[in-house]
Every structure is written in C-alpha cells, then in structure tokens.
C-alpha cells in the first residue's frame, strides 16, 4: 500500500489520459526484473493495464527482438538496444535511462565473508575460492561478459574458467546457496533477490562496472500510450525508492 501511494501523484496526469485498459508484453533484462515486479501491482491497481513480463539475458532478448519476436516495451542495457533501433525493431526515439547497478559478491549464508575491499584482495579471494559462478558470456548477460574479460586481461581467464560454474541466466546467488559455487559474482539487484545469499559487498571501485538500464518501445506497438504510461511509472518517486531498495540507483 505505501508504494500505491507513492506513485499516485507522479501517474496522477498521465492516468488522466488513460483510455482504455491494456495488456503489455514486456521484456527485461535480468537485473531490471525485481524493480518491475514491484512496481507491478501498483501500476495495475491505478491504471487497469496488465503486465505479462518476459525475463533473458540482454544479449537473447536482442536476438530474440531482432528474430521478430512481438512486444510492447523493452528494458535492457543501451548498448544492446542501439542496434534494434537501427534495425527498427524498437522506436527510433532515444531509450529512457532508468537505473543503473553495480557489481556485487555473494557467498552463501553462513559462510566467511571473503576480503574483496582492495582489487588485489578481490582477485586472491577468486583465485583461491574452490568454484566460481557467474553469467555464461556466451548468453550474452553483461555481468559475465565484462567479468570474463577482467579475468582474460589479469591473465587468469583459463584458470577461472576451469573452475566456474557459468549460468546460461536467471539469479547466480543461487548457485551459492546450493553449494554448486563459493563465490556468486553478479549485479547486486539481483544478489539481493536471493533471502539465503550474503553479499559481501560491491567490486571495488577501481574495477566495478555499471549496468545501464532503459526503456524502449518495440517499433510496432499498438499500446504506445500505456508503454508510455509504464516508463512515467518508473521515473516517480515510488519507482526510485524501489530502485534503492532492489540495490539500483538512477543512472
């Protein structure tokens, strides 16, 4: 009930314009999936439209949307949406800048905490762990494609990967908390997702790497009002205090 009333004032003029109810296909990227989740119910109750979210990795909703697929709004990074839009696949009009999240370490509840306070200390705690999990960069997931190339320009990429426990996509924590992995490597949103994983912390600061989330329009919706209505939403006041308590920030 507090985020329905946090958001009444930042929709109130746009459900005004609202005509009629709608039902919204929406993809998102990983990292950006518990922020609409939350701010779902709320958005529903005040302007009757219904979300039917699809969660991927950015690198298969943009072939998925470049394959044909039909949407109504996009949330991913701006790097994988630049080519949909030269594509016209979504609006030619510049994505919405949304949130952004940094990358995290998990372990699993009970577990010693691992010293990841300088980046020498990061490095030692990921060469010593027994296994390692993080996004399979083959699935095209931003956390593990940048991790993998950390890992490749230290010099220890073979011996990572000799021990990682790559995930095709969906919550990396959960393969701390099954004991498939010591160390759960991904964005902090989605660490936090997870009651039984522990996040040790952020990747220091001389290493870390934001993930940018937007929102786009697919190019051939018939629900362009409401998809507008949805990208309103999500810059209220309601949607911030979300964005800080799934571990994002604004951009």
Not at 9 to 27: N, Q, R, S, Y
Not at 75 to 85: N, V, Y
Not at 213 to 230: H, I, P
């Amino acid at each position: 009930m507090r985020i329905s009333r946090l958001l009444l004032l930042p929709l109130a003029c746009v459900v005004a314009a609202h005509a009629a109810a709608a039902e919204l296909k929406v993809l998102s990227a990983g990292a950006f999936k518990p922020v609409l989740v939350a701010l779902q119910p709320a958005f529903e109750q005040q302007t009757g439209h219904r979300l039917r979210i699809e969660n991927d990795t950015a690198g298969a909703l943009q072939k998925r949307i470049a394959g044909g697929e039909a949407f109504d709004l996009v949330f991913s990074s701006p790097a994988s949406l630049k080519p949909l839009r030269e594509g016209g696949q979504v609006a030619a009009e510049e994505p919405v800048p949304l949130a952004q999240v940094a990358i995290g370490v998990a372990v699993r509840r009970g577990a010693p905490l691992p010293d990841i306070s300088t980046v020498e200390a990061f490095r030692s705690a990921v060469l010593h762990a027994r296994s390692v999990a993080y996004i399979d960069p083959a699935a095209g997931g931003s956390s593990g494609i940048y991790l993998d190339g950390l890992f490749e320009r230290w010099g220890i990429g073979p011996i990572v990967r000799a021990k990682a426990v790559l995930v095709p996509g969906g919550l990396v924590a959960t393969r701390v908390v099954d004991g498939s992995a010591d160390l759960g490597i991904h964005q902090i949103s989605e660490i936090l997702a997870v009651p039984e994983a522990v996040l040790v912390g952020p990747l220091p600061a001389e290493i870390q790497n934001y993930t940018v989330y937007a929102g786009a329009l697919a190019a051939q919706t018939k629900e362009a009002a409401a998809a507008r209505e949805l990208l309103a939403a999500l810059r209220g006041t309601g949607a911030v205090q979300i964005l800080r308590a799934k571990g994002m920030e604004t951009p």
